[in-house]
């Protein structure tokens, strides 16, 4: 299964980014504090989508039987939050922790991520007739600037 090589993929960068071979590639205390920003806006939007989606939490891109289409909340301005908390964590961290081989794999969990919803939306529309629409008004990563 594709959901299953995605997750296996996700959680094999998520270890390679606990391991930092490399240190102090760039610095600066402003990064510093850049980055401790980031990855505690992270942790605050991962709080406000794992409240959003209780009992549909998973790890897996396709919506589990009982899943309803939730656009309230965070949801209301960003189709994928949990993406986007681990994008803000991971990217914040490696600033902080100036690592550039974090921010190697942030990258690839960038693309991993914009790949890995793609295949989600194309359930997700299979799924729920409002999506399409719900797709116009929401931000896939961030919220939308009008």
Known sequence: HKEYLLVMVQFLLFILYLYNPY??????????????????????IMSMAIYGLRKSLSPFPSPRKNAVLIQHGIFKYIRHPIYTSLLLCTFGWALYSNSIFRMIIFTALALLFQIKSNFEESLLMNRFKDYQQYKKITGKFFPKIY
Request: glycine share 14%.
């Open 23 to 44: 240190k102090s590639a760039f610095s600066g205390d402003y990064l510093n504090d850049i980055g401790l920003v980031a990855f505690v806006l992270g942790l605050v």
